[in-house]
């Protein structure tokens, strides 16, 4: 299972960021994807997730600013972040659910500070 993250990057604070999770077509065609944020020393925490039909759960800490969405021409989800916080430094991972199994991107470190 490959799922390839990309888009992080250092942003001041109010600023935007847009990540994007790749698939394989029958990843995305078939499985909700999400994306999850690692803090420094902390567990990962749930951001956001969308499921094949198009219906995004946003996490309370970030609802309002982030939003998801997917591109079935790319087999790519893409996550829209805007007024970023300094909070939301961490490390962003995209995930997919297979059989029980939770598989993980590679993972983009987004730096939100002035």
């Known amino acids: 299972v490959q799922l390839q993250a990309s888009g992080g990057g250092l942003v001041q604070p109010g600023g935007s960021l847009r990540l994007s999770c790749a698939a394989s077509r029958s990843i995305f065609s078939q499985n909700p994807l999400k994306w999850y944020r690692q803090f420094s020393g902390n567990e990962r925490e749930y951001v956001a997730g969308?499921?094949?039909?198009?219906?995004?759960v946003i996490a309370d800490p970030v609802k309002g600013r982030f939003t998801i969405s997917r591109d079935s021409a790319k087999n790519t989800v893409t996550l829209q972040m805007n007024n970023l916080k300094p909070e939301d430094t961490g490390v962003y991972y995209c995930?997919?659910?297979?059989?029980?199994?939770?598989?993980w991107g590679q993972g983009t470190l987004v730096t939100v500070s002035s």
């Open positions: 995930s997919v659910r297979l059989y029980g199994v939770d598989y």
């Open positions: 969308i499921t094949t039909g198009g219906t995004a």
